[in-house]
């Protein structure tokens, strides 16, 4: 029996994305929701909490930034709506610890230590950008802001802070920036498992793609 009515704080989640329309999507809440439950089944369930792995899973991008215009009132909301629906004081402090300190942009110069609960989220969040998915999200992000596909004069840049990693780059060079490192960056020892079949995928990809770049047939 869970301690947190799930359904409802998916709801409140969906509610704010079927406001947005900056193009961000519950597709992808959705998919790091199921992610966390395929790591959660692999996973000894000694200080794995699902109930708090779930809520942070559905509300990690609710107070970011890309999703919100405000995100005081964006994290008041959410703190206001956890409360309201009885989670209590101290699952809510560890509900913002963990959608605080998962994103990868955040984790580039200091590294903070997740609890398992947040480390599986982490995880989840990290799978759904390497894979099949991970190219699509890569060229989806590049289509919108404008950035080549490719462009072999332009170096791979080694990420030194938060900055950087937002200037302008090539989608392909995105591989080598931050999606080949993730698999290595991955917490659980099942996550591990998805991000080397998810690597090959991008590998092969990038392979080809500098191949057939290159004349090839
Ligand atoms: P985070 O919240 O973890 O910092 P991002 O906003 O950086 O995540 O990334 C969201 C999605 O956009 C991911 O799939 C990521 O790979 C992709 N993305 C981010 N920056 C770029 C880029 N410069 N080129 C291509 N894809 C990108
Ligand atoms: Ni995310």
Known sequence: MSRIDIAKVSEYVKRIYDADRTGHGMDHIHRVVGLCKLIIA????????????????????????????DTVIARANLRAFLASISI???????I???????????????????????QIVQDADRLDAIGAIGIARAFYYGGKHGDVLY??????????????YREHTSVINHFYEKLFTLTDALNTD??????????????????????EWNGQA
């Open 96 to 118: 913002f610890d963990i959608i605080d300190h998962i994103s990868f942009s955040k984790n580039i110069g200091a590294r903070h230590e997740l609890s398992r609960n947040g």
């Open 190 to 211: 099942a996550a591990k498992r998805i991000g080397e079949l998810r690597n090959e995928r991008m590998r092969s990809f990038v392979d080809n793609f500098i191949n």
């Open 151 to 164: 462009d072999p004069d332009l170096p791979v840049r080694t990420l030194g802070d938060e900055s950087s």
């Open 42 to 69: 692999q996973e000894d369930r000694a200080d794995i909490d699902p109930d708090i792995i779930l809520t942070a899973a559905y509300v990690h991008d609710v107070i970011d930034p890309k999703v919100v215009d």
């Open 88 to 94: 209590s004081d101290n699952d809510i402090a560890e």
